[in-house]
């Protein structure tokens, strides 16, 4: 087992386990973790490989990362993308728009005759509401004048990845602010608080099947190469969801950018710990082919292995 600086362990955590292994609850996760942790305490304990000390206690910390992170991304991907980011895919043509029908008759609650409600997404009124006290509050004096315009319109989508480098959580003040603004409807009883988190890009989490020329592979090294000062973006996201985010945290979203300058996303591709690492047998299982029939001439005759 290949243990430097925790190469197959932090594999295992970040992306096997995820995959393979069942990690609806904290329970799971933290059982999972102890046993690499107890296997390393093992190979410790034992001096299996004392040339590897260092490393195998660096992997054995990163298990405490783990129990912390994996949970953490467990209830992120239940709560993501949140009101703002729904809100605005309802009203601007996003993957949100139009599927709204709780306002139907027949998708009311009336238990008399066993209905149930259909309560998916927003209303377009609620979706407004909710989107004009983000701009008013979050945004620039320009931007909410802009946004009171009737032709806001997605001017660009694309697909990011992305590495979060800062959080800024809803100040006391802003709570307040929000606590005076109610919403709409009977799901919303007033309007969650945003916060901020700032994000770099990504390299990506490495689970692309790779199958370039040489001129290809020497180009996309190239591209990927860090800048020496990156740009660093930000987005609105409900506080509530905030309090789950941690420096570090790897995110693949689907981008909307309108034109007035605000951005959205309302798909989210994949969320990664801050140690994600793709192992290279692993994307052999994600991306494996039968392997091609080959022919060699035995004596004049055309022979099929």
Sequence with gaps: MHLSHGYTTDGLRSY????????????????????????????????????YTTDILAARKVCELAEKELWEIVQLVQMLPGDFNVAASTLYGGRYAGIYVGDQAWAVNDDARGFVAVD???SVLEAERIVKTAIAFAGSNDM?????????KIVKTE??????????RASIKTIEEYSRVHGVGSRAAYIKPLGVFHVKDWEGPGLEEEDMTDDEDSEHSEKSKPLADPVIEAYWVEDEILQHFFIGLKLELQVQELNIGVKFFDSIIGVYCSFHLALPNELVIEH??????????????????
């Design 16 to 51: 096997t386990a995820p995959r393979r292994l069942a990690m609806d609850n904290e329970k799971d996760i933290k059982q999972i973790c102890a046993v690499i942790r107890n296997f390393l305490n093992y190979v410790l304990a034992h001096g299996v490989c004392p040339e």
């Design 159 to 168: 697909t990011k990845k992305y590495e979060v480098v800062g959080i800024e």
């Design 144 to 152: 909410f004048l802009q946004a009171m315009e009737p032709d806001i």
């Design 288 to 305: 494996w082919k039968e392997p091609r029939k080959s022919c060699y001439v035995l004596d004049g005759d055309v022979k099929l292995t």
């Design 120 to 122: 998916q997404g927003f």
